[in-house]
């Protein structure tokens, strides 16, 4: 559990967010809207991995350059989210700012200007 402990560690440092159990996961909201999931073997996946929402071009870029980290996530892919294994590799610093640019896509403006970022 020790990613999933960095990963809320990451999330906690910006306002309005909060986490609740999705679809039986751990799911982080920036407002009232969704930017990131934990997915722990989903469906026999067998990776842990992050599932954040995500610009197209993004997501292109990183599953074209690591296939072996990113991927399309199954249901919420084709609707904007990328998805991220997390393992002994991860770049915690790529997934940070992953996760900030997935919460700025969703997170309500008052909470944008609180980070610099409206």
């Not at 990613?3 to 309005?16: C, F, G, M, S, V």
């Not at 990131?36 to 995500?54: E, P, Q, R, Y």
């Not at 997390?86 to 609180?114: I, N, S």
Request: with cysteine; charged share 25%; hydrophobic share 40%.
């Amino acid at each position: 559990m020790r990613a999933l402990d960095k990963t809320r560690k990451i999330i906690a440092q910006w306002p309005e967010t909060k986490e609740k159990i999705s679809h039986g996961a751990p799911t982080w909201w920036g407002g009232r809207k969704t930017f990131a999931t934990w997915a722990d073997n989903h469906h026999g996946s067998g990776h842990v991995a992050l599932w954040i929402k995500s610009t197209e071009e993004a997501r292109g870029i990183l599953m074209e350059s690591d296939p072996d980290t990113f991927f399309k996530p199954p249901y919420v892919g084709p609707s904007g989210w990328l998805g991220m294994i997390v393992d002994g590799r991860t770049d915690w610093a790529k997934a940070e700012h992953l996760l900030l640019e997935g919460y700025c896509m969703v997170a309500p403006k008052r909470a944008l200007k609180l980070i610099g970022r409206a």
